[in-house]
């Protein structure tokens, strides 16, 4: 199933009438129409060009000339029509679309209200090169630079047929011709790229984006090693790693801000339950002064976590203090469904940049902050595809689902929830955290269950 969270449009946060600049290597055009379906799906209007030359898309509308004025005036009849149009000032021998120099761009971007998405430059067709003196061309005018590597290039050989530009990338990186391409050369090639958009546009955002990440076989090792060498470049405080011609493109999404690598994880608490087994509204039944679904709550806040969003169903009557507290609250229309429906809703709602998503039961009030804290240490380390607590053997809640398991997730029907995708998922992947706190297996369902909660020792 294709999610807008997984999108690059959504992942990147692009702010309207943007100028976003694509260089690099590995699969820049791909991204961009990619990007620009993604902002027509949300109702926007982008403007596809180029600083240096780049082929058409035979499927979109095309306006040339060299005269931005001109340019302004016939774009904004096609987008009158079209939410994605194409331009360049001719076309070149090679039957490319020659395009603007910068001072044209910043008319454009003036003039027009739409995102303009840039190619900035050339790798003819490999997924890493080396730069000129006069690459990649960034107009000041940019608000978001992407530089862009392929993931495919891996293990591949320092030689001309992998490499664009061979010689300057060899002095970059300081290898030999032949030398096998390692993580720590990828690196070095992208905190090169980062210094030449800060060189150019000092002032602009930089998101690093690792493609084809497909192609590796341990991508969480391969992302997070790139992802430390570059703490501490200028501007940089993410990194994307993506397959750009997949309909849920964005599958690994690292925090650059700190002194690590962070995967930034969300929880959602389930909180739109029907309460049949009890015969009244559980989650607000009083337990030390505070209701369940309070306590809860607190536990989670205690752990770390900045995200929280609380799933509810239609017209439940929170207390005050949680409207306040600064937990998101989205509703769930079809809660009679099942938690399946409960999980779908949530995933919905939560940060555009999280990697993970930890569902939490809103009634288990004695899970303390620690198993959240540590389930989320231990993913963050390993970035496996679930991280779950176990007691004596036996699987609970909470439960942390990794962003590509999502699609999967949001395909389920119902009232399993997240254990449906487990079995199917592989062994390796799943990490089971042993603890000794039977609360991860136990929730408050009867009066009998509830009287023991009540009666629990402090």
Sequence with gaps: ?????????????????????????????????????????????????????MYKSPDLPLVMSCDPGKAVSELTKQFERYPIVVSGRARSSENKIEGFDRSQIEHLAHNLPVTILIEADGSRGKSVKGYGQHEPVLPCCSDLLIPVIGLDSLEQLFTPEHVHRLEQLLKITGSEKGQAISETHLAKILIQMIGLGYKQVPLARVTPLLNKVDTVNSPNKVVTAIARELIGCRNTDQLLAT????????????????????????????????????????????????????????????????????????????????????????????????????????????????????????????????????????????????????????????????RRTWPDLMDLTGDQGGRQIIHSIAAMEIDYIETNTPEIITDIDTPDDYQLLVNHPE
């Design 1 to 53: 199933m294709k999610m807008e969270i997984l999108s690059i449009y959504r992942s990147l946060n692009i702010k309207d009438q943007a100028v976003v600049s694509f260089y690099g290597a590995g699969g820049k055009t791909t991204l961009i129409h990619r990007l620009a379906d993604e902002m027509k799906s949300a109702g926007k209007k982008v403007l596809i060009t180029t600083t240096t030359k």
């Design 243 to 402: 397959v750009g011609n997949n309909a849920n493109p964005v599958k690994i999404s690292l925090g650059l801000s700190s002194d690590r690598p962070i995967a930034p994880v969300s929880c959602v608490v389930l909180a739109a339950g029907t309460s049949s087994r009890m015969g009244t509204e559980k989650l607000f039944l009083k337990y030390k002064e505070k209701t369940i679904l309070e306590h809860t709550l607190d536990q989670i806040r205690q752990s770390g976590i900045d995200d929280l969003v609380l799933v509810i169903k239609p017209g439940s009557k929170l207390p005050s203090s949680l409207i306040k507290s600064g937990v998101r609250i989205t509703e769930n229309g079809e809660y009679a469904s099942g938690i399946t429906s409960s999980l779908k809703a949530g995933l919905t709602a939560i940060n555009n940049r999280a990697q993970g998503v930890l569902f939490a039961l809103a009634d288990q009030p004695l899970i303390p902050a620690q198993i959240y804290r540590q389930l989320i240490e231990n993913y963050q380390k390993q970035l496996k595809l679930v991280t779950c607590p176990t007691y004596q053997g036996k699987r609970g809640n909470p439960v942390l689902f990794d």
